[in-house]
């Protein structure tokens, strides 16, 4: 049985730092593209950021870019998502997700919420002063 467990939310001031973990339980993290996603009660499941399978590649929304950093330890089979210089916008559940290999082009499957097959519970990030 898969599971995806993410701790690391919390309350932060805007331009400060969290960094998120996502374990997975009942897979090899390096084995599958792993992904972050958000959501807040007024949008859609918005795609935050990816990194493939095997040797990995990184993408990232526009929104986050040169702010945050999607990370893997093959060791720890953990993922991370380093969020800095925050801001109120960032708030919302953060998603932790894994997606099998695919020969689609890698940028549109890991960026699009369809291509998970597991899912985490999510962890409230709130970025107030």
């Known amino acids: 049985q898969v599971q995806l467990v993410e701790s690391g939310g919390g309350l932060v001031q805007p331009g400060g730092s969290l960094r998120l973990s996502c374990a997975p339980s009942g897979l090899t993290s390096s084995n599958y593209a792993m992904g972050w996603f958000r959501q807040t009660p007024a949008l859609e499941r918005e795609f935050v950021a990816a990194s493939t399978w095997g040797v990995p590649t990184t993408y990232y929304a526009d929104s986050v870019k040169d702010r945050f950093t999607i990370s893997r330890d093959n060791a720890k089979n953990t993922v991370y998502l380093q969020m800095n210089s925050l801001k109120s916008e960032d708030t919302a559940v953060y998603y932790c997700?894994?997606?099998?290999?695919?020969?689609?082009?890698?940028?549109?499957?890991?960026?699009?919420?369809?291509?998970?097959?597991?899912w985490g519970q999510g962890t409230q990030v709130t970025v107030s002063s």
């Open positions: 997700a894994a997606a099998p290999p695919s020969l689609i082009r890698r940028r549109t499957y890991c960026s699009s919420h369809s291509s998970y097959q597991y």
